[in-house]
Structure formats: C-alpha cells, structure tokens
C-alpha cells in the first residue's frame, strides 16, 4: 500500500505574490493570512502578494511569510486528500510541519519564526558570515575540505540537500576558502549564497539560546502524524522530542538527503511539496525519484 508525505520549504521559496491566489480563492487559506496578520500586529499578507522583494527577502519576514502561504496552502489541501504518513519540511519548513501534525498553534509558530528570523539575524553581524552551495563534489571529499579551509574559523556543512548539493556555511572568509578548495577537489560549481546570514552552523549559537526561552512560553503537543526532524533525520511524535529537534536544528545542518532516504524506505511513494515554490520536489527528483511529487502552493495547483 502507498504512503503519502506532506513536505514544506524552507527559505529561499519566497517570491513576491506568492499565495495570493489562494487567499482570492479559498476562504480557508484567507482566515490563515488574516490569523496571520493579527498574530504578528502588521499586515503579513500584504508583503506575501505584493512585496516589495527587498522587504519579503528580510530574513525576519521572510520565515513566517513562508510559514503562512504553507498552512494556507495546507489548509485547502488537507480536505482533499487521504491522511499523510509522514510530514517533513526543510528547515523553517519543519515548523509548517509541526504546525499541519498537530504540535504547535498557528498563531504561536507565526510569531516564533518571526523571532526566529531576528535572532538569526542578530547573532552574526552583516558581512561576517557567508553560505555556499557545493554542486557534484566527488564522494569522500567534504570532511578534510572543511578542516582545511576552517584555519580556527567555522565552516561547517549546513544543509545536505541531495547526492548533488551541500550547502555549507560559517566565517566569509572560511567559506571562500571552501569554495576554492571543493573546486580544486573535483566540484563541478562552488557557488555563494545572497543569504543575510550564516544558517546552521555554529554562529547560530546565540539565536539557538534565544529560542529556548521563546520555547518555553508556548505549549507543544504530541503530533497526530511523525515527522521526520532535521537534527536527526528519525521520526518524532512526542512533544519534547518535536522541541527538541526544532532547538537543536537551529545550529546544526539540515539531514534532507537521509530524511528523504528514511521517507522511501518506510514506503512512501507520493508527496505532496506543500508552499511556495518547487525546491524541494526537485531534490526529492535527484535524492529518491521513487518518490513521485506533486506541487501544491497556488489556486492553480488545485485545478
């Protein structure tokens, strides 16, 4: 028997307009932006269907903007397909997750990304920090390159996205260095980010220790359905657990390529990329192409 995932994207989906087709069609993705909205004291929904770009790609926007067009999206999907298995999302995506399995409000995982985005911003001044995408690295290779180029400073894989891409992240300079070095092993591109800050590496610290207490003022709850976190790439469902992971993610790297992996082995075989944008079906495509993917972020989409 098939099994269904329900997966959600992280940063970098964003695009101005986004979601505003289905809050114009859909009464139940319109209630999420104005839950949205009153949640967060400003109008959210405004920047999501009409920008401006600049503003949407400020990393404190950008996060519970992504959040709401997902559960907006999610909300009209839900209706109209067999329960999932799984849920998983990338990154800021594992919150929508929770959010559809059941383990945190809406309301309060709006307001907890959007701090999340400020502490993430604020624990790595402009310029100090920088992310890049490693394409088609040789196997084996990764681990002495890091080493190599860290020279006291941090540089770390942060997402390992598919069999094809790492990201990694940490100190500009320790980057660079990382970059140049994964060419000359063999990398078919080494190509840097336009991120406003160094994501899942050791620089979060300080925005890792600033969610604890955000954490501890809201109420998690076991989940309907498991998901599969980021830290560990393992299924969860207890509500320590879900916490837990969401705490630990902040400064460690996205396991995308093994919670895919997990995903196939447990059998599943559809899934549905729930928010703005492609990305993840298109690693689901290089990672598990067992796994057939269906894109659900637009009133188009449920044509």
Known sequence: MSKLALLFPGQGSQFAGMGKSLADTYPEARAVFEQADDALGFTLSKLCFEGPEEDLKLTEN????????????????????????????????????IVAAGGLSFADAVRLVRKRGQYMQRAVPQGVGAMAAILRLPDGKLDAILAEAAQGEVVSAANLNSPDQVVIAGHAAAVARAMEL???????????????????????????ENMRAEFDAVTFHDLAVPLINNWQARAVTAAADVRQGLLEQIPNPVQWVPTLRLLAAEGVTNGFEVGPGAVLSGLVKQTTPTIEMAKRGEAKDFE
Do not use: D, N, W
Request: contains cysteine.
């Open 62 to 97: 950008t996060q519970p903007a992504i959040l709401t067009v997902s559960i907006a999206a999610y909300e009209v999907l839900k209706s109209r397909i067999a329960a999932p298995a799984f849920v998983a999302g990338h990154s800021l995506g594992e919150y929508s997750a």
């Open 182 to 208: 994964a060419k000359a092993a063999g990398a078919k591109r080494a190509v840097p980010l336009p991120v406003s800050a160094p994501f899942h590496c050791a620089l979060m610290t300080p925005a890792q």
